[in-house]
Structures are given as C-alpha cells and as structure tokens.
C-alpha cells in the first residue's frame, strides 16, 4: 500500500507545525511571566505550590520544544525523500525513454 502526499501538503504541515510551536511558545512564555507577578503576591505554602508549578512550566516548556523539534525533523525528513524519489523516477523515466 503506497501512500501519496503531495509537496505542498507536506511543505505546508511543516509550516503549521512551526506556527503552533511558535504560539505554544508564546503562550507558555506569557504563563509563566504572567505567574511568576502572581507568585510574587503569595507566602507560605501557597507560594511553595507556585514554584513547583513554575518548575513544572518550564519542563513542559523543554518537553515542547523537545516534540516539535522531532516532529518537524520528520516532516522535514519525509520531504527529503518525496523529492529524492521524484529525482530518481524522473531519472529512470528519462533513462526508459532514451533506450
């Protein structure tokens, strides 16, 4: 079973793979300023839950990048070889007719 993806489909899913890691970025980046004024306001306990959600933030804010990194390798990845493919059918299709 073969499975066709145009280039444009996979150019553009690269694209829209960057865009939400650019807005997950952006949002992250907002809670975490946006909390760290909160955190600032508490005592206690209460504080003590804040900076443990904090530190959990920017683990995620890691793990994200980590994610969309290897998915955007992989898109990258399967176009490489969608267009190495057509090279090489393109070669062998003008070898067949030059015989």
Request: glycine share 10%.
């Amino acid at each position: 079973m073969t499975v066709a993806i145009s280039h444009s489909a996979l150019q553009e899913a690269i694209r829209n793979m960057g865009n939400a890691q650019r807005e997950m970025q952006e949002g992250l980046d907002w809670m975490e300023k946006n909390f760290t004024a909160l955190r600032d306001t508490l005592t206690g306990e209460t504080r003590l839950s804040w900076e443990s959600f904090q530190e959990e933030l920017g683990r995620l804010k890691v793990q994200l990048n980590q994610e969309y990194g290897v998915a955007q390798t992989t898109l990258q990845r399967m176009h490489a070889r969608q267009i190495q493919g057509d090279q090489d059918g393109g070669r062998g299709l003008k070898n067949a007719q030059g015989s």
